[in-house]
């Protein structure tokens, strides 16, 4: 009878139930677009792996390191595989095409990325050819580009234009990868500028490190700063995921506010779904009187009340919950050159089933308080 | 003829509220005996303290002072959730407007007080039916309150007070929303309660009509019980 009697409640009202539910929805479905897009900002925080360290010039990423460092952190204690490459900051065509572009030492680099998946037989050719480049399968399909095709990209810091023949397209082991991202060899870059701007040739923007023992990270990090401490390049050695930290911290304002807007959502839809919810108690107040006059407790007419504020946040949240999946898509389709990774996580969809769970029961809070309280003959107008 | 012993007995009993800060007295040290089976009218002028007494009565208020003693059960001294338990078992309530759940059926309000007790499901729909059967809307068990007339939800109403068996049955203005055809089938009804399943009912109204058909009649004014005016038949025309 609970059950038939909250299902039947919430139906009373079918236009003030059809919009409370809607702005439920809306709300958990833009809760969790919020929540999706701080998580595609931490995709490159989260795709980071234990085993991986990043060194770099101590002072700052703008500065470069020397290529001879190389052959002294592959000398390190603990230090498995060394790689090494540059940001090129390319522009395709013209600059609103924008997409990540390093030049890199390809056999390593592949060697310690083993979750970007690139046929073996595309594997070699790039490998052997010297103006080969690798791209990701989304920025392929996004510039329809196929295997053989000449790019050009307009060097920024690198200036000049810069040839590039496609011979890989990769993809991600996991929806975590990046498949958005442009390689080259990075002795093509090296050779040329040995040419051009000799000044720039012979260094490296970031080693890559693979280390034996993640639990020993810290330990091989600092092994490796210890070495150039006092050299005119001293190195700043961190795990990836530190690494790819820092850039997130930059951008740390942003994000908080995005978070904040997020919580402001849900408070706002709370206090909807109580107002809806204290209408649907105070027309039915004398229905609760009837029920206390017959002998039902608070606790019955509490489990009503509530029962019918967490089925209203159910259906309203549930909608939203599964409309996240295709705006996520619709989102990524627009916006994918800012979030190459944008997609509703698992921990996405728990913390909106928790919004709903704290709608629904916030929601009910108050109606419920008043209904139980008020006195039977007040409820019923007998007083006198 | 053996004397019935009282079901319901009032002592000394004062009732206030507070409005504003002022005290406004509505019963006034009010002493009274209601035999076991009494078919009793309450009435009295507006204000006079007639619902008042039937919601102490019932067990719904507190009184300031004295004693209501029903089958014997000192209900002063119950706390709110023993009331509230006495409440389900030995009161059944009508009400002017009736006050079934709109969104349950004739069967589903009328089965809504044995939800706490412990018959089985197949006992309480042998009670609901008997109770609707016993008000004639056997034919109208799946029909929601808004489909039937005034009548019959009062008579739904009556099944729904009947259903646990109460002692006592008490019914503020049951006709005073219903027509004159509507509240002669309702007080026949009650009547019939009284009579032939011995139900102690006490009945506030303003109908002198409805007030002859009960077998005793009260009269509060000003908080004070009076003697009961004579109801001659051109007060119910």
């Given at each position: 009878m609970l059950l038939k009697l909250v299902f039947r409640n919430v139906l009373r009202h079918k236009l003030r139930t059809g919009l409370t539910l809607c702005g439920i929805g809306v709300a958990v479905l833009s809760f969790g677009l919020l929540r999706t897009v701080i998580s595609a900002w931490y995709a490159g925080v989260e795709a980071s792996s234990a085993n991986r360290l990043i060194t770099r010039n101590s002072i700052s990423l703008v500065f470069p390191l020397p290529l001879s460092y190389l052959e002294r952190i592959r000398g390190?204690?603990?230090?498995?595989t060394v790689s090494y490459g540059n940001w090129f900051g390319g522009i395709y065509i013209?600059?609103?095409?924008?997409f990540a572009n390093l030049a890199v030492e390809p056999r390593t680099y592949l060697e310690l990325y083993s979750e970007f998946l690139l046929p073996e037989d595309q594997k070699q050719i790039f490998l052997r050819d010297r103006r080969a480049c690798m791209v990701g399968r989304k920025l392929a399909k996004r510039f329809n580009w196929k295997i053989g095709d000449l790019i050009t990209l307009r060097g920024t810091i690198f200036p000049g234009n810069w040839e590039f023949v496609l011979r890989g397209i990769y993809s991600g082991?996991?929806?975590?990868?990046?498949?958005?991202q442009f390689f080259f060899h990075w002795d093509y870059l090296n050779e040329s500028l040995k040419k051009r701007q000799s000044v720039m040739a012979?260094?490296?923007g970031i080693y890559i490190l693979s280390v034996a023992n993640p639990e020993r990270a810290a330990e091989t990090a600092e092994r490796v700063d210890r070495i150039f401490r006092n050299s005119y390049a001293e190195t700043l050695t961190e795990t990836e995921k530190a690494f790819q930290l820092g850039f997130v911290a930059l951008t740390e304002a942003i994000l908080l506010v995005i978070q904040l807007v997020s919580f402001v959502v849900i408070v706002i839809i709370m206090a909807v779904a109580a107002n809806s919810m204290s209408m649907s108690v105070r027309e039915r107040l004398g229905e609760y009187a009837v029920f206390k006059t017959l002998g039902f407790g608070g606790p019955y007419l509490a489990a009503t009340i509530l029962g019918e504020s967490l089925l209203l946040a159910a259906v309203g949240g549930t909608g939203g919950i599964l409309l996240s999946f295709p705006a996520a898509k619709t989102f990524l389709h627009y916006l994918g050159d800012y979030f190459p990774v944008f997609s509703v996580t698992p921990q996405t969809v728990l913390f909106q089933g928790l919004a709903t769970l704290a709608v629904g029961v916030a929601a009910a809070v108050l109606p419920t308080w008043r209904a139980v309280r008020v006195p039977i003959i007040q409820a019923l107008g007998r007083v006198g | 003829m053996e004397e019935k012993k009282a079901m319901v007995e009032l002592r000394n009993l004062f009732k206030s509220y507070r409005r504003g800060g002022q005290v406004l007295p509505v019963l006034n040290d009010i002493t009274l005996d209601i035999r076991e089976g009494d078919f009793m009218a309450l009435m009295g002028p507006s204000g006079s303290g007639k619902s008042t007494l039937l919601n102490l009565v019932a067990g719904l208020d507190q009184a300031d002072s004295g004693t209501i003693h029903v089958a014997g059960v000192?209900?002063?001294?119950?706390?709110e959730s023993e009331l509230a338990e006495w409440r389900a078992s030995n009161v059944g309530f009508i009400f002017q407007f009736y006050?079934?759940?709109?969104?349950?059926?004739a069967f589903e309000n009328v089965e809504l007080p044995l939800?706490?007790?412990?018959?089985?499901r197949r006992e309480r729909r042998e009670h609901v039916t008997t109770a609707l059967n016993l008000v004639r809307l056997e034919d109208r068990m799946e029909h929601y309150p808004g489909q039937l007339s005034g009548g019959q939800q009062q008579r739904v109403a009556i099944a729904r007070a009947m259903v646990t068996d109460p002692r006592i049955l008490v019914a503020d203005e049951?006709?005073?929303?219903?027509?004159r055809a509507s509240a002669e089938e309702v007080l026949n009804l009650m009547d019939r309660l009284s009579r032939e399943a011995g139900k102690t009912i006490i009945m506030v109204t303003h109908d002198p009509r409805a007030a002859r058909k009960a077998r005793s009649m009260k009269y509060l004014e000003k908080g004070v019980l009076a003697g009961a005016p004579e109801i001659s038949f051109s007060q119910c025309a």
């Open positions: 390190v204690e603990g230090v498995k013209e600059e609103k095409n924008f082991r996991d929806n975590r990868v990046d498949e958005s012979d260094q490296v | 000192d209900i002063t001294a119950l706390s006050n079934l759940v709109p969104v349950l059926t939800l706490l007790t412990p018959l089985s049951p006709t005073g929303d219903l027509d």
